[in-house]
Every structure is written in C-alpha cells, then in structure tokens.
C-alpha cells in the first residue's frame, strides 16, 4: 500500500485552551470510517418519511418494516406496486443516529467519510493522508497518538516541501 493512501483519523469536538467546540485532534490511522459506526443505525434515507404516511394503517406499516428488513425481496414486490412505490423510494442506506437523523455517511462507502453527530462537539473524520494540508502533517506529529514511522516521516517530507520544516534535522523553521 502506498503511504499517501493511508487512511488518518481526525476528531473534532471540545478541546483546546478554553475547552470550545470545533476543537479538531489527530485520532488514529488505518481505521476505515465504518470502524467509528458502533452507535449508528442503518437505515434508507427516505425510510422515516415514507414510513409516516402509511403509520394509520397497521397492516400495510407491518408488511412495509419486512420488507425494509428483507431489503426488498422479490417476495415484497407486490405491496409496493400497490402503494407506488419501488426500493428506489427508499434511496440510499444512510447512517443516522438514535433519533433517525443523518449524519451525513451513506453505507456505500469507499472507507473515508464524516460522522457528524451535532455540527460542533462530536464529528469523526477519515481521510487519505494525500488529502491532508500543513495544519493536519502538523496535527499528526504533535499527536501523542501512535503514528506508523512511514506517516511521521511522510508528514515531515511534505512540511519540508512546504518550507516550514527541516526534514535533515527535524528542526521546525
């Protein structure tokens, strides 16, 4: 594997001097983002909508929650076409919080993504370390997190190739 396409973790929440929100660290590296998806739900992205509408009428509510469950097999068909609809009303299977919320992941992903839970206070990030800018490479070596020596030392060559770090001595300018 490429060093440029390790994947790095960032956190943003509460942190710094004052303990403010929008406080970004350098987590971990390796981890794809379906890694930090423990306390999230998948579901369709349409699913709570289209599930509201026909919540008056039990019997067609039950037959839609099995066939969301079975993702729509065959067997499904039927009642859909009644109602309008396809798997394709559904959307795309999202993540979403506790109370049905997106977080802005879909599940179909391509191991880099953000979870974000409420805007300010609790948002992971996983990205390519080819995407990282001069305040990620910096963030990553003031870690105390554990960073490979292939990513300290990629992190060091890019900030020497910014001007702002002298890779021979490790000397910051």
Not at 49 to 59: A, F, T
Not at 93 to 108: A, F, R, T
Request: aromatic content about 12%.
């Amino acid at each position: 594997m490429e060093i440029e396409s390790t994947l790095i973790t960032f956190h943003t929440g509460r942190g710094g001097r004052f303990n403010n929100s929008g406080f970004r660290s350098y987590c971990d590296q390796d981890q794809e983002i379906d890694y930090y998806t423990d306390d999230l739900f998948v579901n369709y992205e349409n699913q709570f909508k289209i599930l509201k509408e026909y919540k008056k009428y039990d019997n067609i509510l039950s037959a839609l929650h099995e066939a969301i469950e079975c993702d729509f097999s065959s067997n499904h068909e039927k009642i859909l076409i009644r109602l309008g609809l396809t798997a394709e009303s559904f959307g795309k299977k999202v993540y979403q919080d506790s109370s049905g919320n997106p977080v802005g992941l879909d599940c179909d992903n391509d191991g880099t993504g953000s979870i974000n839970i409420d805007n300010d206070y609790n948002t992971t990030t996983v990205v390519r370390l080819s995407e990282c800018d001069e305040a990620d490479f910096r963030m990553i070596l003031d870690s105390t997190n554990w960073k490979s020596g292939r990513v300290e030392g990629y992190c060091k060559k890019q900030l020497a190739e910014m001007g702002v770090y002298d890779y021979e001595d490790g000397i910051e300018d």
